[in-house]
């Protein structure tokens, strides 16, 4: 069984800056992809950003030149630093794992956690 929890989200002036964590904990040995998604109300849920534990980054155009991701492979931990914040970036995002190597030898996917709210308003 593997846990993500995510932290960082909040309200922001548009402009401004918020640094989103995602920790993933359980019987882990390795995590291939790791990634942050959002959910804006209404809509469907979107890609942001993703990265292999390689270090080979992946991002949606609206976020490009304005989000990084990055992750520390020995926490099992990502971030999600999100810079020059818009009105639409608003959306709870949401902490995902793919390819989840577990210390039983077993390969499992597609976990996520449970979301934060991020609001960008004046």
């Known amino acids: 069984q593997v846990q993500l929890v995510e932290s960082g989200g909040g309200l922001v002036q548009p402009g401004g800056s918020l640094r989103l964590s995602c920790a993933a904990s359980?019987?882990?040995?390795?995590?291939?992809?790791m990634g942050w998604y959002r959910q804006a109300p209404g809509k469907q849920r979107d890609l942001v950003a993703t990265i292999t534990s390689g270090g080979s980054t992946n991002y949606a155009d609206s976020v490009k030149g304005r989000f990084t991701i990055s992750r520390d492979n020995a926490k099992n931990t990502v971030y999600l630093q999100m810079d020059s914040l818009k009105p639409e970036d608003t959306a709870v995002y949401y902490c995902n794992a793919d390819g989840v190597l577990t210390i039983m030898g077993r390969v499992e996917y597609d976990y996520w956690g449970q979301g934060t709210q991020v609001t960008v308003s004046s």
């Open positions: 359980g019987s882990i040995f390795s995590i291939d992809a």
